[in-house]
């Protein structure tokens, strides 16, 4: 026994030795070098730290690109990400403590225990985050107390948008499906459900045996958005999130209840109980749904092609001929205008890129945000290294080579090698040079030579040269329209007010109910059943509340008072 | 196990039906039991040896269909994998010798019959198991006690847990008093009747618990994330194979910015994460056939006494 | 020889010894040698609960526990006042919790007592090592395997079922209410069931050699020495995680719930944790998810006095 507690001791001893200056010192210059653009040496940099309350990869501590930046400016930045936690308990949790990152992504919570500092006095000595979003924009961002906390990184296209993919919403259909009826205009449910049911009377198996699933519908967890929000789009709106707003009268539309919804989920159920939905759609996890849409058996969906891009890359790697997807704008009633895909700016900015008490130098974290922006490190972030991630042509058009472009996608690779800051601002849209698109994705050229020929022919057919085509183009005037999407109101609600617990309850209540509804066997009696229930959910004090936000972000941009009068 | 050895050995020389049929039975229901343990096993085993985007098809049950170790490449590609590795071996190696050490001697005294306070502390320990302040309260109180950035966080909080205290006390209860009442008669404290009667005696129940242990700490990975996140120099395996699995999986749960900043779900999740729980599930299968030997000396030595 | 001691006197002997300063003096080398762990556990296992204020408020991290206002009991009567989904919630997590609990005790029980009829020591090892393996497997793959297994496109289960004529067609296991609880409980007899019973193997070879071979010169068979000797002699290693886990019944679990519900079953897939996380945390109302965890912790400490009683009465081994 002695032996072993002797043992135990030097074990304890030794690992006392190792680990007691264990605590990581933080790299920090004294030397607060005006650093633009140029290089510096290695010991001169400075390192910002920053926490996000979002999922992303975590970059090794050699990596190429975050290393070139930091020599061109100075400073680099070590970026945590969520583990295991929910956003709101890791935010919590460094509240409690009080001791933040440099860099934090801005949440209401934060701007509440005063973790933030105020940077609009500073904005002028910085011009690349100064000009990064307008006057107008900078005011929508003030707190109560008249200053503004944080920078908003996303959505800022630069000239024009470049989208050639629907990234959102749309009916995604098989080009093979649409090939068979000879390219036929789809452009209401009933006829996009006929097509479907035609097809799969004559096409009921794939080559290799299996069935083939007409319709799919992912209802799983906070996914089911897939199932709930269709009657949004299919009545000609944007996506706004969570509710309707009517441009004309500024009122607050609820979908779930509209004569559109009730129309929409009985024809789901038709469908179903003809056994053109996958019978399984309501229970189906979401690698399950994955596993579906991979196997190349489905043949059209609602989603949002972020989500199932994976799925499709796996199509396009078995070479599954016609199996690949294309977006339609799908409305209720044929003729309608549809608004799946919008290019739009907001008005009214919310949160953003925020800068916490706990960092020590301000100024230079500000420094840091506004060399990321210059030109030449925009397109080191989203590009990477000339001749290493990119080629450029005798006209000055970047592009890549297939090595190049599957390089980019190998989790090694952006962990080692590529650096895109992506939490900090970054623009879409034009690269600074106004000749390339910010993005690899988005330059025409990389996107044409990625397509298959069954995509390019069924866009041909159809006079389309990208998926944005295949839809209705539509143009959101901040200016006009302040308050879209309103969905970013509705994610900051929580529970403590009537209305935040109303959409708690309308959530669970819908999850729970709609399934049922496209299942049942009598379609009237589910309805009015989940009608019930939802309005014992007491919608109306969601709606009143998100009223109320619209005509604050429109007496926020316009400076007009719309409510009607009492 | 040997006990049944030995007897059976003795009585049944000659062939004899019912026991066979017995034998059979059981042998039986193993077997249908082993295949379907086995079966999950196998099957993330075959997930993780096949290509990743094939593998998102599904339909890939006991063998891979298209192999490839670029699963076990993405695991072990980071650099700071061999520092994660090296801080879970020596919290694993301290954490167990040190808490095995400390919940076996608080059992030893909490299961001394005669032991005046044994009841009151008991409980006090019984009730840690369903109270519990709640993790702001408790990251409060480490931080306050300096475990930010540090290595005792890994070994010191969990000490003693009143699940294993209790099995061990258990065991120990088992064990008859004239053992220790014969030792204090020769003059030995309680002491030394803990290291030189009950500590050799125990053998089984501690190679138990001190797998449990074991497991626990190699496992372990949320103390990490909360207290040494960004110390990067005592990362553990674990918590560097969760950030891998979350920054490839998908439960962002808002749309609307997934939409907005285009980021797509990666390929990898699936077969990563098989891979990485095979890989981080191996030293332990390797550990356990070490353990199982005391199984069997603990109960020489027990069956020499009394 | 602990397995004769528990044979022959079934009943363990209460040892009751009153609190005298000669008994304190007597005993100084105990109270020594356990007031270090009394300090620990109070400090950390019970300091933390001064958090427990928090259910009385409307808590704010930036206020803290000092700053943050105080709204009495509203959190819990937001819980239980009026709120029929509390109710259902709280039902599902105790008869996940005693589905669990009835069967992990059967099956890792009766997997012990059959590993050890294993006369073979080769085949024994092998068959304990793979048996616990699915332990090390994480609840999203065991989830995952679980729901290709019991898909009805192209599962395994059903393919058999309806292969061997006990189905018409392929059922959706997950559709149905009724079956969603016995999902959980069998999902965790497949995972922990091997693990489990680690602890009563260890137990089992405490007992003694020569009761066996008593046993076998009286003429007993195989069964009858499992029986009287086996499970006898393991029987307070039973009763003593018996009485753990019957005050664990509402801690039927959080991740297993989540991966496997949908719509259609989710008003009895829904436990306390859930419910919770949804209208606490993930709303940032951490005064909510401690209200739960007081009410959990009440009905556990009832729980595991009231099942220690009967212990005591019964004679038989008990956590006090």
Known sequence: ?566 | MRATNRSHIKIHKKFDLKNFIYSFVIGLVLTAFIIVTLYPILNTLAVSFNDALDALRGGIYLWPRKWSLNNYYTVLHKESMMTGLSISVLRTVVGTILQLFVTALIAFVLSRKKFVFAKPISILYVLTMYVNGGLIPTFLLFKSLGFMNSFWVYVIPGMVSAFNMLVIRTYMNGLPDSLEESAMMDGAGYFKVFTRIIVPLCKPVFATIALFIAVGQWNSWFDTMLYNRMADSLTTLQYELMKLLSSVSQLSGDANTAALTGSSSQVTTKSVRAAATILTSLPIVVLYPFLQRYFVTGLTIGGVKE | MAGIKRVKAERVKDVKVKITLKEIIKQKELIVLSLPFVLYVILFNYVPLAGWIMAFQQYKPKDGFWGSKFVGMDKFKFLFVNNADFIRVIRNTLAMGIINLVLSFVFAIGFALILNEVVHKGPKKLVQTVSYLPHFLSWIIVCGILQDVLSIDGGIINEILVKLHILDAPVNFFAFKGLFWWIVGFAHVWKETGWNSIIYLAAITAINPDLYEAASIDGAGRLRKMWNITLPGIKPTIFILLLMNIGNVLNSGFEIQYLLTNGLVQSVSQTIDIYVLKYGISQMDYSLGTAAGIFKSVVSIILIFLANSAAKRAGEERLF
């Not at chain 1, 020599?71 to 969520?82: D, N, S």
């Not at chain 1, 583990?83 to 949440?107: C, H, K, R």
């Not at chain 1, 959505?155 to 090939?179: C, H, P, S, Y």
């Not at chain 1, 196997?295 to 989603?303: D, N, Y």
Request: glycine share 6%; hydrophobic share 35%.
């Open chain 1, 1 to 566: 026994m002695k032996k072993v507690i002797t043992a135990l001791m030097v074990i304890v001893l030794v690992s006392a030795l190792f680990t007691g200056c264990g605590g990581k010192v933080k790299e920090s210059s004294t030397d607060n070098g005006n650093a633009s653009v140029g290089n510096t040496s290695n010991d001169q940099i400075k390192e910002f730290t920053a926490f996000f309350d979002r999922q992303g990869i975590e970059l090794n501590k050699e990596n190429t690109i975050q290393q070139l930046i930091a020599e061109k400016i100075g400073a680099k930045c070590k970026e945590t990400w969520l583990t295991g936690q929910s956003a709101e308990e890791a935010v919590g949790m460094l509240i409690a403590s009080d001791e933040y990152p440099d860099f934090i992504n801005w949440t209401p919570e934060l701007q509440d225990a005063g973790a933030l500092v105020a940077i609009d006095e500073q904005l002028d000595k910085y011009p690349n985050i100064k000009n990064f979003w307008s006057e107008s924009q900078w005011n929508s961002l003030k707190q109560e107390d008249g200053h503004i906390y944080s920078i908003p990184q996303f959505g800022n296209i630069n000239e024009k948008l470049m989208d050639t993919q629907q990234n959102g919403e749309a009916f995604w259909i098989q080009t093979r499906v649409l090939k068979w009826a000879g390219y036929p205009e789809i452009e209401s449910l009933d006829q996009l459900f006929d097509l479907l049911n035609r097809y799969y009377e004559a096409n009921p198996t794939m080559p290799d045996g299996s069935s083939v699933i007409p319709f799919e519908i992912l209802a799983y967890d906070w996914y089911y958005f897939c199932l709930e929000n269709p009657p949004q789009f299919l009545d000609g709106w944007p996506n706004n999130g969570r509710c309707i707003v009517d441009p004309k009268t500024f009122e607050v539309i609820d979908y779930n209840t509209t004569p559109t919804a009730e129309r929409y989920f009985k024809k789901l159920n038709e469908e179903y109980r003809k056994g053109i939905i996958d019978p399984e759609f309501m229970t189906m996890s979401h690698d399950q749904f994955l596993e579906k849409i991979s196997s190349g058996r489905v043949l059209c969906m609602v989603e949002q092609y972020w989500d199932f891009r994976t799925a499709e890359d796996s199509i396009k790697a078995q070479n599954l001929e016609g199996c690949t997807y294309i977006p339609l704008g799908i409305t209720i009633e044929p003729g309608m205008k549809e608004m799946y895909f919008t290019a739009n700016e907001a008005a009214v900015l919310s949160g953003g890129l925020s800068i916490t008490k706990s960092c020590e130098d301000v100024e230079g974290a500000l420094q840091f945000v506004n060399d990321l922006l210059d030109p030449e490190i925009i397109t080191l972030r989203s590009w990477g290294i000339e001749g290493v991630d990119y080629l450029v042509d005798d006209d000055g058009l970047y592009y890549r080579t297939k090595e190049m472009r599957d390089n980019a996608v190998k989790s090694e690779y952006k962990a080692s090698h590529l650096s895109t800051y992506s939490y900090f601002p970054n623009f879409i849209g034009m690269n600074p040079d106004g000749k390339n698109a910010m993005t690899p994705e988005t330059q025409p050229s990389e996107f044409f030579n990625g397509l298959k020929p069954e995509v390019q022919e069924c866009l041909q057919a159809y006079g389309a040269e990208t998926y944005v085509d295949m839809l209705d183009y539509n143009e959101i005037d901040g200016q006009e329209e302040p308050w879209y999407p309103i969905h970013s109101f509705v994610g900051e609600m929580t529970t403590q007010t009537p209305g935040g617990l109303a959409w708690t309850r309308m959530e669970e209540t819908k999850h729970e109910y709609l399934t049922q509804v496209v299942i049942a066997e009598d379609f009237d009696a589910a309805w009015d059943q989940y009608m019930k229930a939802y309005q014992s959910c007491k919608p109306e004090d969601f709606l009143a509340e998100v009223q109320e936000a619209v005509y604050h972000r429109i007496e926020l941009v316009q400076g007009r008072n719309v409510r009607p009068a009492k």
